[in-house]
């Protein structure tokens, strides 16, 4: 059974930082990628980072969160973190991780998910 549980979120002034942690029991550091979403009322699930095994291994950020957030993984501790500075306040959102052992990258199914963390971001 894979358990997927972040934690790290919270209340945080534009310009600010948190990091968020993916602390993934049950689930093994191969053929993988396990990914950061977000969510704000209202709108679809984005895709924000994702980390993979793939190709050798690589990372993918989208655009808006490019040279502001660094995804890295503690291999020893079965977590998963999500660095993010300068934060602003469309960043507000409520925060997944999700992963897979598919051998796919991080453009595939995901297949454990977890329930997420909060994170707001005032002006």
């Known amino acids: 059974e894979v358990q997927l549980v972040e934690s790290g979120g919270g209340l945080v002034q534009a310009g600010g930082s948190l990091r968020l942690s993916c602390a993934a029991s049950?689930?093994?550091?191969?053929?993988?990628?396990i990914g950061w979403f977000r969510q704000a009322p209202g709108k679809q699930r984005e895709g924000v980072s994702c980390?993979?095994?793939?190709?050798?291994?690589?990372?993918y950020y989208t655009d808006s969160v490019k040279g502001r957030f660094t995804i890295s993984t503690d291999y020893a501790k079965n977590t998963v973190y999500l660095q993010m500075d300068n934060l602003k306040p469309e960043d507000t959102a409520v925060y997944h991780c999700a992963a897979h052992n598919r051998g796919y990258g991080c453009h595939s199914v995901y297949d454990y998910w977890g329930q997420g963390t909060q994170v707001t971001v005032s002006s």
């Open positions: 980390i993979t095994d793939d190709d050798g291994g690589s990372t």
């Open positions: 049950g689930f093994t550091f191969g053929r993988y990628a």
